[in-house]
Each structure stands twice: as structure tokens, then as C-alpha cells.
């Protein structure tokens, strides 16, 4: 793996609470995901992204903090952490953990101080007004479950501000205090050996929030300083951030403009996800084909972190109404499927309707698009949701292990589980689960081992630069090329369901003995390229030829 080395990476997203309980009390902790770290190095995987670990209320699934110096007990102890960190690290495996601080939990103790008087020297580490902002109803990240950006708080006499829940009141980045304990924290992560941080919110962060201005300033500098914090404490540590916003305003959180990638190192990639969804839901893809043509160019060391499941909601508030309303009709056709007014509550699985030539064409997608791939936990054995749950909760169900009671994830009686397994339909941990796929060559999770294998064997489709094959192609195809200097990869997908042959004699020239290192069926030789085959949903990853870096 080279100096980037996460640019190589396959990242694996994780709830500790919902991963593995080693002491049966119905909650995941520290120590269970320790005894499956064997199950993720087996899967491939080269960096855990944890969600927030922190002590918490847990009225927001532990991005509402009252502490950010330890571990949420129900989890284990700081010394469990660190003896996490060492066994991942005797696997190959490294750890990131959410940064959640453009807010708090109401519940921390900055800001219990901070609203008990206008004199506490904690009251500027948030944002007050003493007047009702004009603004109030405006900037809800959670529609329908958020009434306000401002609340009154009876004690403080004044009102607060929270672009998210009205229990998490936002940080104030302009007070040099606020920014000075931002740093301290990531020092102290970095030092107990995290390998970075996946940052939770950034566009809110860097808001210098101004009552009745709903288009407050930006300070980008503070990314900077926080990369270059980051920097000199652990040279290796990478920030890996969620910024949905406008296209043109992306390059502006990997670098400062002048060429230097001086900011964030990877950033997760919305606009490729909305189209790669809408690109399943069409059989057609011309929005892939537009998503690698309009992709910015990005600084040296900027890397797109893609996606098809995280731990939210699918977004698809970058897609027109029609766009929308297409993929709402293909994979969210009932109302509970949906959340927010913009996005999906589902798993791939049951929204791929478990037919699993297309769940591998999806993933084998994403796999092959430029930057570094990020998988939910579950995806691997091909998981579904439970839509009774609430909100983002649909998709954070146990880990289904095996055919133990409680998929043998906990050994609690099932009324104390921190969410309910799935133990009804196709779904269920009976019909889904690692012990059965493990030992099935044939099974989904078999495949995810042999297509991350293939992945790693093939660095120049995540450091590389990947370009759209523009010749002439049949319905639902699409051909795309990954280029570096380890050689050349090229990928053909059939979005549609009909067989068809794909003209590439056009790389003939280019060719030194191409063979298909991934495919969804043997296929035969690739000749002259000149009538490479593709069944309905089917994919052939084509080794083109080595470079000199082999």
C-alpha cells in the first residue's frame, strides 16, 4: 500500500452497539468487536470507521456528546479502546472514529454552565441571541423532525442555536477557545493511536453563524489549521469528511485553491451516489457517464470516498424532483421507505428486490469508480431494514452472525437488545447470516471477499484516474477505465436485463493479453476485443495491461 495509504483503503462502517456483545447485556461493545476482527481482516477490510463512541444520551444514536475524552461505558473502558487499536493494528487494520463536534449533547457540562449565566466562561462556546432570530424556521437538517433552528431556553433567557436536533446546540467556531479544544481532542485520539477522523457535519463547523443571516460566512482557514494540526501530531492521519453541498464548492474543502490539497483528505462523494442510484433505478447509465465527466478535478492527495449504503438515510436531495421521484418509485414506492422529504430508509438488499445479480452488479460498480470504497456493516451477507423501527434506525439493526438465538449477536434475553434482530421473512438471521455464508463458496459474502481481493490487487482503481470509455456502446452499458502506474483496468457493466456484446477493439492497441480478472460468469476468451459479451446485470473487470510500477 502506498505512502496514501488511503487511497487504497476499503473502509468498513460500524455501530459498536450494534456490532457484537461480548458480556450479554444486549449492547455491542469494545471486546465483541475485538473477537470479529479475524471476520473483517478475512472480508478484506484495511480501516474501521467507527461511529461515535463517546458517552452520550443517546437521543441522536451517540452524536449527542457529554464527554469527548472517553468511552460511552455501555461500550467498555479507554483501555479496551486501546487494546483494540493494538489487536486491529496486528490484523493490518486501521481505525478512524467520528469527530462530532460542530455540537453537543444539551447534557455536557459546557453547556450546562454555559446557559446557568450570561458569566460563565463557558457561555461563548455557544450561540446565543437575545432576540427571536428572523431566521429561526430556516436551515433544518431533520425536516418534519425539526420545527426550529432556534430555541428559547427559559434559563439562559436567550435563545440557542442548533442546525440539528434542538438537544445538540452548536459550538461556536469564531470563539478561539472552542477551536483550541477541537484540536485538543484530536490530539488526544490521535496520541491513544487513531488513525484518523471521519468529520460529522463539516460545512456546519465551519459556519460563523450569525442570528437572522441564513447564508452566515464560512471559515474554511479553520479546516486548514485543523489539517495541519492533524498533520504535525500524526503525519499519517487522514480526514475523511461529510460536506454535501453545491459541485463547485467541493474543491474548496480539499485545498485552499493555489494547487495545495491543504484541507480535507477524502470527502464522501454524494453527487456520485444520487446518480449511481438513479442510474440502478433507470437500467441506464448516462448519469454515471455525466457524474465522471463533471467530477472536479481535485489537488494532489484528494481522494473521493464513494458509497452506496452509509449509516444514514440515501440522499438524493442533489437529484431533480423527476430524478427523485423515479428512484422513490424503483426502490421506495411506500411512504415509511422514505425519510425526510429527500432520501431512502433502506438497505440495498431488499431494495435491489434480494436479487443478487444486481446486488453484485451495484457493488461491483462501486468498487470499480475512482477513490476509496466504504461499506455498511451487513452489506457483505447482503442485510436487510427493519421499517418499524424509527427513522435512520431501519438500517442499524444487529449484526446477524448466525443461527444463534439473537443471530448471535448477544446471548440478553431479546427484550433487552439494544434494537430488535431481524427474525421474520427473507431477511431474517435464520435465512441471513455470517456462519452460513462463510462457508458457502457460492454465497454473497464469498464474493465480497473475492471482489475486495481483486480490488486490492488492482491500486490504480483507487490512486489512479478513471475516465468514461466513450465509444459506442448498447442500451445500459457502461465502459470506464481506471489508469495509473500500475497499468490499466477496464470495466464494462450492463445496467439493463438483455445479453449484449460490447465493442472495445478501439484499446486493442493498448492491450498486452487482456483477461477478466472479475466477472459475474465465465465468459471465454477477450480475443481482440472486438465482441466482448455482457449478460442482463452482468460486469467483466478487465485486466488491460501492467504497468511498470508491477
Request: with cysteine; net charge negative.
Amino acid at each position: 500500500m502506498g505512502d496514501r495509504w488511503y487511497s487504497e483503503a476499503v473502509v468498513y462502517c460500524l455501530d459498536i452497539d450494534t456490532f457484537a456483545d461480548s458480556d450479554g447485556d444486549g449492547v455491542g461493545d469494545i471486546r465483541g468487536l475485538m473477537s470479529r476482527l479475524d471476520y473483517l481482516a478475512r472480508l478484506g477490510v484495511t480501516c474501521l470507521w467507527l461511529h461515535p463512541i463517546h458517552p452520550s444520551p443517546n437521543r441522536d444514536d451517540g452524536y449527542d456528546v457529554t464527554d469527548f475524552y472517553n468511552v460511552d461505558p455501555r461500550f467498555g473502558t479507554l483501555g479496551d479502546f486501546a487494546e483494540l487499536l493494538h489487536q486491529a493494528q496486528n490484523r493490518g487494520i486501521r481505525v478512524i472514529i467520528d469527530l462530532v463536534v460542530n455540537h453537543t449533547s444539551d447534557e455536557h457540562p459546557w453547556f450546562q454552565s454555559a446557559r446557568s449565566s450570561p458569566d460563565s466562561p463557558y457561555r461563548d462556546w455557544y450561540l446565543w441571541s437575545d432576540q427571536e432570530p428572523a431566521d429561526r424556521h430556516q436551515g433544518m437538517v431533520f425536516p418534519g423532525e425539526q420545527n426550529e433552528t432556534w430555541t428559547y431556553d427559559r434559563t439562559a433567557k436567550a435563545w440557542f442555536y442548533h442546525r440539528f436536533y434542538k438537544f445538540q446546540p452548536d459550538l461556536n467556531v469564531s470563539n478561539p477557545q472552542v477551536r483550541a479544544e477541537i484540536k485538543k481532542i484530536m490530539s488526544f485520539w490521535l496520541q491513544l493511536g487513531v488513525s484518523g477522523f471521519r468529520m460529522d457535519a463539516v460545512p456546519f463547523i465551519i459556519e460563523l453563524t450569525e442570528p437572522g443571516n441564513p447564508k452566515s460566512p464560512k471559515d474554511f482557514e479553520f479546516i486548514t489549521e485543523l489539517r495541519q494540526h492533524v498533520q504535525w501530531r500524526r503525519g499519517d492521519a487522514v480526514l475523511l469528511a461529510e460536506a454535501n453541498v453545491e459541485p463547485d464548492e467541493l474543491p474548496t474543502f480539499f485545498g485552499d485553491g493555489s494547487g495545495s490539497g491543504n484541507r480535507i483528505h477524502m470527502l464522501f462523494d454524494f453527487m456520485l451516489n444520487g446518480r449511481l442510484v438513479l442510474a440502478l433505478a433507470r437500467h441506464d447509465p448516462e448519469p454515471l457517464i455525466e457524474a465522471l465527466r463533471d467530477t472536479p478535478k481535485l489537488p494532489v492527495g484528494g481522494q473521493w470516498a464513494t458509497f452506496l449504503r452509509n449509516h444514514d438515510e440515501i440522499d438524493l436531495s442533489r437529484l431533480t424532483t423527476e430524478q427523485r421521484n423515479q428512484v422513490y418509485a424503483e426502490f421506495g414506492p411506500d411512504e415509511n421507505m422514505r425519510i425526510y422529504d429527500r432520501g431512502i430508509r433502506r438497505r440495498l438488499a431488499p431494495m435491489l428486490g434480494n436479487d443478487r445479480r444486481r446486488i453484485e452488479l451495484a457493488y461491483a460498480l462501486q468498487f470499480s469508480m475512482r477513490g476509496t470504497p466504504v461499506l455498511r456493516y451487513g452489506e457483505e451477507i447482503g442485510m436487510g431494514e427493519d421499517l418499524s423501527l424509527p427513522g435512520r434506525e431501519a438500517i442499524r439493526t444487529p449484526m446477524q452472525w448466525s443461527y444463534a438465538t439473537n443471530a448471535g449477536f448477544s446471548t440478553a434475553d431479546p427484550e433487552k437488545l439494544v434494537r430488535p434482530v431481524i427474525d421474520k421473512g427473507e431477511f431474517s438471521y435464520q435465512q441471513v447470516n455470517v456462519t452460513a455464508q462463510t462457508s458457502d463458496t457460492k454465497s454473497l459474502f464469498a464474493w465480497f471477499e473475492r471482489m475486495i481481493r481483486t480490488l486490492r490487487e488492482a491500486p490504480e482503481i483507487g490512486s489512479g484516474s478513471t475516465t468514461h470509455i466513450d465509444v459506442s456502446m448498447p442500451a445500459g452499458v457502461l465502459a470506464h477505465r481506471a489508469d495509473g502506474p500500475t497499468g490499466t483496468m477496464v470495466f464494462v457493466h450492463n445496467l439493463g436485463t438483455d445479453d449484449v456484446e460490447v465493442d472495445l477493439s478501439s484499446l486493442e492497441p493498448e492491450a498486452d493479453m487482456p483477461m477478466d480478472v472479475l466477472s459475474d460468469r465465465g465468459y471465454g476468451e477477450l480475443g481482440k476485443l472486438g465482441a466482448v459479451k455482457l449478460a442482463g446485470y452482468g460486469y467483466r473487470w478487465i485486466r488491460l495491461c501492467r504497468g511498470s510500477a508491477w
